[in-house]
């Protein structure tokens, strides 16, 4: 009979790419994750890596018994969640990951609302913007907070996808500019020779930028670049430019910005939660996506106000 912890780690090497990777993921040495597959190998008796001086690849055989695993891996995990389900509270470890800007505005809501399920416990991660949908599907985490800037996001045969808030672009200015003023109409074709501050080419809060003055030929070339959200709105709060950021940034609380909502219909993203199908069931999943739930809720209320007024 094939070893469930085997399938589980040529699976991981086919996500990976190598030996080395899928060890460093699983927290094994390279060495151990070689011997396991090659006894993987003679269980099956047959060729399932082509090893080299240099790398590693699946054979034609070693690809199939990969789509295998992944099915019937998924179908334990669903057998566990059904046999959870019917055992009671939530209990043990949910693993999270977000955006950075999803994960300082959803963490206090989330510990609120999960504080009182004494047996499970909660760890919340951070990860780049279009990592999530890979994390969930491999199993290194149960939920991810995702940002969807062109709606491609969708629900897939093992995985769940649930709306959660509209985010819009707005403009950042300091608050003694002279467009902190609501009574200022916002004319995009002047705002493009405003100093702007802007997150590297290829972000995509920067592509949304651009993609928000095409119309008036573009922004000129952005004299300063920076990672991270939070970052910009430091620095715009200190005089030095003006940025368009995503209206979730402004629940890490920054001082000394006027907030306004761009003319017309903004660019935004979509924040949007995904899960595992087989997973969702599971009580501490189920748990903390509602959860995920009510923190969007109370967020979208909190940022109502702070899209249109000075802060």
């Not at 949910?94 to 416990?121: I, N």
């Not at 990672?227 to 030095?240: D, F, N, Q, R, W």
């Amino acid at each position: 009979m094939l070893d469930l912890r085997r399938l589980m780690l040529i699976s991981e090497f086919a996500r990976r790419g190598s030996i080395a990777a899928a060890a460093e993921s699983l927290g094994y040495s390279p060495s151990a994750v070689s011997q396991q597959l090659a006894t993987l190998e003679r269980e099956t008796g047959t060729a399932l890596i082509d090893r080299t001086a240099r790398s590693a690849e699946l054979t034609d055989a070693g690809r199939r018994l990969v789509a295998h695993a992944e099915r019937i891996l998924s179908m334990v995990e669903e057998a566990e969640s059904d046999l959870s389900a019917h055992a009671g509270s939530p209990a043990g470890r949910v693993v999270v990951t977000a955006f950075p800007t999803a994960a300082v505005a959803f963490a206090p809501a989330l510990a609120r609302s999960l504080r009182r399920h004494t047996e499970l416990t909660l760890r919340l991660r951070q990860s780049r913007s279009g990592r999530g949908m890979r994390e969930v599907q491999s199993g290194e985490v149960d939920i991810a907070l995702i940002d969807d800037w062109y709606g491609r996001a969708a629900d897939s045969d093992n995985l769940r996808v649930f709306p959660l808030l509209s985010d819009p672009l707005v403009l950042v200015v300091p608050r003694r500019h002279r467009l902190a003023d609501p009574e200022v109409p916002l004319d995009l074709r002047e705002l493009r020779d405003e100093p702007w501050m802007a997150t590297p080419d290829g972000e995509p809060s920067r592509l949304a930028t651009d993609r928000l003055l095409v119309d008036v030929g573009g922004p000129k070339p952005v004299p300063w670049e920076f990672e991270g959200l939070g970052t910009i709105l430091s620095l715009v709060a200190k005089g030095i430019g003006i940025a368009a950021v995503p209206a979730l940034a402004l629940a890490a609380g920054v001082r000394g910005l006027a907030v306004r909502r761009f003319p017309g219909d903004p660019v935004g993203r979509e924040v949007l939660a995904v899960a595992r199908a087989s997973s969702v069931n599971r009580p501490s999943v189920s748990v903390t996506l509602r959860a995920v739930h009510v923190a969007a809720r109370l967020i979208s209320a909190d940022l109502a106000p702070v899209r249109l007024a000075a802060r």
